[in-house]
């Protein structure tokens, strides 16, 4: 049973946009910390961007900050993950996550418990 489902990625180029969506399946959604992770290829998955279930907290990596914002639609059960000033170090698979457990947005990858399958990203030079 999938309770994720990520959308929205695809081939652009250096400095274009990309708008990441992730519909979650209300059980998994409500209550939940909602969390981006990215794996670029011979690389560890990483954190990018969480959010808590109000919304009114959200975190980012250092290397996104001021480019990336990851926003929460509680009406739609989606996550959405807005990508500004795309760089070819931004490409990898992003996968969507969510953390059923914890309140307040938390970083490390085995925090979160429902994953989705992941979205292609790729940014050409």
């Known amino acids: 049973q999938v309770h994720l489902v990520e959308s929205g990625g695809g081939l652009v180029q250096a400095g274009a946009s990309l708008r990441l969506s992730c519909t979650v399946d209300v059980r998994t959604f409500v209550g939940s910390t909602l969390g981006w992770f990215r794996q670029a290829p011979r690389k560890e998955r990483e954190f990018v961007a969480g959010v808590n279930w109000s919304g009114g907290k959200t975190s980012y990596a250092d290397p996104v900050k001021g480019r990336f914002t990851i926003s929460r639609d509680n009406r739609e059960n989606t996550v959405y993950l807005q990508m500004d000033g795309l760089s070819p170090e931004d490409a990898g698979v992003y996968y969507c996550?969510?953390?059923?457990?914890?309140?307040?947005?938390?970083?490390?990858?085995?925090?979160?418990?429902?994953w989705g399958q992941g979205t292609q990203v790729t940014v050409s030079s």
């Open positions: 996550a969510a953390d059923t457990r914890d309140r307040d947005v938390v970083t490390t990858m085995q925090s979160y418990d429902a």
